[in-house]
């Protein structure tokens, strides 16, 4: 079958399309913007890409058009496809059909963390020796590419809230069908589609409904939204998951099934913890445990490993070999990535675009170098660039969200509502406002010193800032 993908170098679809050529299918796809290097691993893989969306590139017709949810009505490729009647479907749903069916699939779904979790949980499954497929919507250390079919039957995917496609508003995760779901978080998020909180409550809503009776639901305790979500309807046994909590006092809800999987820090960093598994009996609950020791930092980090080892238990990997597998975890590009380091100062680049997934990720470079006797700076380097960031949703939200940091230089962002300036004179520590990249760098060449973290963080490109602020510190006279 010859496929043809719109929108083929999003994280999602390119993804999808490495799935398809695992199928055995001919694959093409066109898209506005075909660079590396999404283009360079797709046309690797034998993929033909196209720019630009001219109906000649599907010319003769494909058997099957996939649309991404970029894509819109007026784009010239998607009214060729409906004015000629051709074959489409969402990328969603040829994932349900020629992918995920007769899979065991786990998926993570929430606000934060879903990359994580299932680049976590795809990786302990690996580790376990149980080859699953995945597709995950960015690339982990320990695997090559961002999607592999795997083998029968576990498949883990990331399970995103955003909009399936142009012609069908439900979110994507509606498709998946998952046997084991995590629900990390619930936040707004998404202004762009979703007008408020319940909006997305809704949807999660939807994906519980999804979830079979002999399946699983695991969620964090104290996610209150999450809690909401499940009081709307429950139909599947669910195992709560928590953090420096006493589960022998807690209480849990009436369709637990009865295990209750706690974390125990046993550092600041959160760089080594004990995983404790408490299953119910009749008199007192029987407790397993198993420790983990890894390069990562920071409580919502161990929040997202402990949701993967659950998972993973599910199915049928032993806490033992799963606290193993996490501490081997190399982690994900663009999560508290370090791009590098020049004269003892260090550049890491992060995915953080929401002031909660903001205060982890510093809360966990805090702690961190908290704990190093060296004196550290931390500086905060953001770009606003979200929809529901430009809209202006977040402005009282922000300014505590960088508290952790001894510097937060902000790049205002063109056509927004997010007033930078009320920003800064909210915050409690020392911010700058900066118009362009050039100027950004141009600071942190001459007033960065040895020992300083600078932690980037946007869910876009950032114009490379990433690289250009390394080239500058190494040669700092041009």
């Known amino acids: 079958m010859h496929i043809h993908i719109l929108g083929i170098c999003g994280t999602f679809m390119g ?17 506005a913007n075909v660079y590396p290097p999404m283009s360079t691993q797709l046309e690797a893989q034998g993929i033909e890409l196209c720019q630009g969306y001219h109906p000649e590139h599907l010319q003769p017709p494909p058997d099957l058009v996939v649309v991404g949810n970029a894509m819109s009505r007026g784009n010239p490729a998607v009214e060729y496809v409906l004015d000629s009647n051709l074959t489409y479907c969402s990328g969603p749903e040829f994932l349900a059909r020629w992918v995920l069916k007769d899979r065991w699939v786990l998926g993570a779904a929430g606000t934060h963390g879903k990359t ?11 580790y376990a020796g149980l080859k699953p497929g995945y597709l995950i919507g960015g690339v ?3 695997f090559s590419s961002s999607a592999s079919l795997g083998e029968p039957p576990f498949f883990v995917v990331e399970a995103d809230e955003y909009d399936t496609a142009f012609f069908d508003k439900r979110s994507k995760f509606i498709h998946y069908a998952p046997r084991t779901a995590i629900l990390n978080n ?25 979830v079979p009776s002999n399946g699983l639901i695991l969620y964090s305790r104290g996610e209150t939204h999450i809690e909401d979500v499940l009081q709307m309807g429950c139909w599947t046994p669910t195992q709560q998951l928590g953090v420096k909590v006493n589960p022998e006092n807690c209480e849990l809800q009436a369709n637990c099934d009865g295990i209750f999987w706690n974390a125990r820090t046993l550092d600041q960093a959160g760089s080594h913890f004990e995983v ?3 299953t119910a009996s ?25 949701a993967a080892l659950a998972a993973a238990h599910h199915a049928g990997v032993d806490l033992d070999t799963g606290c193993e597998a996490l501490s081997r975890f190399a982690g994900v590009k663009r999560r508290m990535e370090l791009r590098g380091e020049v004269r003892g100062i260090r550049v890491y680049d992060d995915f953080a675009h929401h002031p909660s997934a903001i205060a982890a990720t510093l809360q966990g470079i805090a ?4 704990a190093d006797p060296q004196q550290s700076r931390l500086i905060a380097v953001i770009e606003p660039r979200s929809n529901t960031m430009r809209m202006g949703i977040h402005q009282q939200e922000l300014a505590p969200a960088g508290d952790l940091a001894d510097l937060i230089l902000w790049k205002r962002p063109e056509e927004s509502d997010l007033d930078l300036d009320a920003l800064v004179a909210a915050g409690s520590g020392r911010a700058e406002v900066f118009g362009q990249v050039s100027e950004i760098v141009q600071y942190l060449v001459a007033s960065s010193v040895p020992g300083d973290h600078i932690v980037i963080m946007s869910n876009g490109d950032f ?11 190494g040669n700092p006279a041009t």
Not at 15 to 31: M, R
Not at 200 to 207: A, S, V
Not at 463 to 472: F, N
């Open 140 to 142: 982990a250390s320990n």
């Open 186 to 210: 619930l936040e707004f998020d998404h202004a762009d589609i979703f007008d408020d909180l319940d909006a997305i409550k809704k949807q999660f809503h939807h994906l519980v409904r999804t």
């Open 116 to 126: 994580t979790t299932s680049s976590m949980l795809t990786w302990i499954l690996e």
């Open 15 to 31: 993804s999808l399309a490495v799935l398809a050529k695992e199928l055995g299918h001919q694959v093409s796809g066109s898209d």
């Open 282 to 306: 009749e008199n007192t609950p029987v407790v397993s445990s198993a420790l983990v020791l890894w390069e990562m930092t920071g409580t919502h980090n161990i929040k997202n490993g402990l």
């Open 276 to 278: 404790q598994k408490f």
């Open 463 to 473: 114009e490379g800032i990433h690289q250009k602020l390394l080239d500058a510190l």
């Open 367 to 370: 702690a961190k170098l908290a």
